[in-house]
């Protein structure tokens, strides 16, 4: 028989210090010879990211050497920074951002010595290729060496002696994924300008490879100021295939005879936002067939394109959440996940459709007592439009609530803003829904997976949109009786963490509040910012300074004399992308203000946290913060935190 207890007081076995030690990030993986690699991100070790290998027979081991952390910082974001070639590993190590090389050894050797290839300068790499013929990488290089805005183009850098390196492509503020067609004589690749950033508007180019190694006319293949290319990649028999969202959506073509030609078009994402370099979508397993994955209504599917007769048939897979797909041969290497597992390296043999599980995230086994199963919802917002989100109810076999108790919401505020949620499996959402608490994760307009127009619903609506969706998200399950209407709190990390700071000034729907490196000022934001978000607000807000008004308008820390609820910030101390003196301005002012207020600072953290220790306080102090202000006890004790003004 369930015990009764009230809402956020349930004892759950999902903890904090469970989260930290048991989980991990594992990012693509991909073949080299008979073997299987991916990368992994451990809390564990400080956020540190390694390159994992698989022979054949499963014996798994670390390739990276202790003390190197493979991780690019390019774009601030970083992404794909490594390439294997004639059992060598070329990488960027994160300390000090030079590429280096490394002999692969022996599996289950000690790992070999990694030594630098590139010199000691401000320069940092991502994205490479090897262009063997001319015994080198081709990668995106972003020069730091010159006071003001960093300087980004393509470069050819000898595998032999990394300081020899050849300018390919300048001009454009951003490139990226170079590609080199099958037999070596042309390169594509992606490039746009300021103020638009990639899924706005980029371009495909395409360049024959002259004999001195540089490149000849370059040829526009498709995009512009209005149009989002992702993923060039080249067919095995030649062929440029790349992502287009011209139709609306993101949809796949191929270059023929000088024309695009689209593949299967559908209201459908075959492509998604560009934060990162690497990101992928799909692979051949033949000159005549792709393996693509897509998003729609919600879910990804992973399906067998036949290039001659354009059928693409989906494999029928448990897993919801499908990411960078990796064809090799009849063998096909994604991260995947769904609401019930979490992510894992899988692959799927196409001669029998079979799977096999390469490595987890999480070791995990959770009874399905306490864990909580989301339910896709659709709610009415602003302008008769709908907007979307997922809705998890609490969940504990242990306990049950008091008659008549509604249980508090968190309305969580996903970054970018320019992304999405999914229904993945996440322990740190039931880390909340386990204690008693209700989940809506918002897909605001202006998310991803939804085509151009629901993505373009923010342009000049940030801080309006966004706030309104999760507002009227959190109002729909109060009228459903869902919730209780006087325990509602939003949360959200960077873009996230500004929308519930506009969340909380602007409205007054909810009763607390928890930022994550969140943005207060815009207006500092637009002055204190790395070059690849320097002009992101220009589409989302109005360009600076003529639209000044706009940026004062929707500043949270000029409204702070309309916050009237709780406030909890986070901050990493080495944020480039929102640095922290946008959270402490927002603490001071709340402060003086007389409401709860408190604010953890972590030594050493980034824009987004990445060592356990810090994670693991992060979730407890939030937790601690809302026990205190909803007037609940926790079920087992945590590191208290200071709150300014509590009781005041």
């Known amino acids: 028989m369930p015990a009764t207890a009230s809402y956020g007081s349930w ?24 073997d299987v690699f991916w990368t992994e991100s451990r809390p564990a070790e400080k956020g540190r990211n390694v390159l994992v290998r698989r022979t054949p027979d499963g014996y798994t081991s670390d390739v990276t050497p202790p003390g190197f952390n493979v991780r690019s910082t390019v774009h601030e974001y970083g992404g794909r920074c490594l390439v294997i070639h004639e059992g060598k590993v070329y990488f960027s190590n994160f300390a000090d ?23 000691e300068i401000a320069w940092r790499y991502a994205d490479p290729v090897v262009d063997h013929a001319r015994g080198r990488l081709i990668c995106v290089r972003e020069d730091h060496t010159q006071p003001g805005e960093a300087v980004n183009c393509l470069v050819g850098i000898s595998l032999q002696d990394g300081a020899q390196q050849k300018i390919l492509a300048s001009g454009y503020n951003f490139y990226s994924t170079p590609r080199l067609s099958p037999d070596g004589t042309h390169l594509a690749w992606l490039s746009w300008n300021h103020p638009n950033m990639p899924w706005d508007g980029s371009e495909l180019w395409l360049a024959p490879i002259l004999a ?13 100021l209005e149009e989002s290319i992702f993923q060039p990649e080249w067919s095995p028999d030649g062929v440029l295939y790349f992502v287009s969202d011209r139709s609306g959506w993101w949809n796949l073509y191929r270059w023929v005879d000088g024309k695009s030609e689209a593949l299967c078009p559908m ?23 792709m393996i693509c994955s897509y998003e729609q209504n919600g879910e990804t599917h992973l399906a067998d394109l036949d290039l001659s007769t354009l059928v693409l048939a989906p494999f029928d897979l448990p897993y919801t959440d499908i990411y960078r797909p990796f064809v090799s041969g009849q063998k096909v290497y994604f991260t995947g996940g769904s609401s019930v597992q979490s992510f894992c390296v899988v692959c799927l043999d196409l001669a029998t459709n079979q799977t096999e599980v390469l490595r987890r995230s999480s070791d995990l086994v959770i009874n399905t007592g306490y864990l909580s199963i989301p339910e896709l919802l659709e709610f009415p917002t602003e302008n008769s439009l709908t907007a979307y989100g997922y809705y998890y109810a609490p969940k504990n076999q ?12 968190l309305v969580l505020s996903h970054g970018g803003p320019t992304g ?29 997976g939804y085509g151009r127009l629901y993505r373009q619903r923010l342009n000049g609506n940030w801080g309006v949109v966004d706030v309104d969706d999760c507002c009227n998200g959190a109002l729909y399950l109060a009228r459903q009786g869902k919730v209780d209407p006087q325990r509602l709190a939003i949360r959200g990390g960077s873009a996230g963490g500004y929308t519930t700071l506009c969340a909380l000034a602007l409205r007054q729907v909810f009763k607390a509040g928890a930022s994550h490196f969140g943005i207060g000022d815009l207006t500092t934001f637009v002055y204190d910012t790395h070059k690849f978000e320097s002009r992101y607000l220009d589409r989302l807000v109005g360009p600076y300074p003529e639209r000044k008004d706009l940026y004062y308008e929707r500043s949270a820390i000029n409204y702070v004399d309309q916050i009237s609820c709780p406030l909890i910030l986070f901050q990493g101390l080495e944020d480039k992308v ?44 939030e937790l601690y913060f809302y026990g205190k202000v909803f007037g609940f006890e926790l079920a087992e004790p945590v590191e208290p935190v200071q709150i300014e003004n509590l009781g005041g």
Not at 98 to 103: E, F
């Open 267 to 289: 209201e459908a994402e075959f492509g998604g936002p560009q934060w990162s370099f690497g990101a992928a979508t799909y692979g051949f397993a033949s000159a005549g067939k």
């Open 398 to 409: 242990d306990y049950a609530p008091p008659a008549g108790e509604l249980p508090p919401l």
């Open 578 to 621: 929102v640095p922290p003196s946008q959270s402490q301005a927002m603490f001071d002012a709340v402060k003086a203000k007389g409401l709860p207020v408190a604010y953890l600072a972590f030594e050493g953290e980034q824009h987004g946290f990445r060592k356990a220790e810090n994670i693991q306080r992060a979730l407890d102090a």
């Open 97 to 119: 951002q030079r590429l280096y090389v490394q002999i692969l050894g022996r599996p289950g050797g000690p790992a070999p010595e990694a030594l630098p290839l590139t010199p």
């Open 11 to 34: 004892k759950s076995p999902i903890t904090s210090e469970l989260i930290v030690s048991k989980n991990i990030s594992l990012g693509g993986a991909f073949t080299a010879g008979d």
């Open 212 to 224: 001195d190694g540089s490149l000849g006319e370059a040829q526009l293949v498709a995009g512009g």
């Open 420 to 448: 999405a949620t999914s229904a993945g499996f996440s322990l740190g959402i039931q880390y909340w829904t386990s204690r008693g608490f209700a989940i809506l994760d918002v897909n605001y307009g202006g998310s991803t």
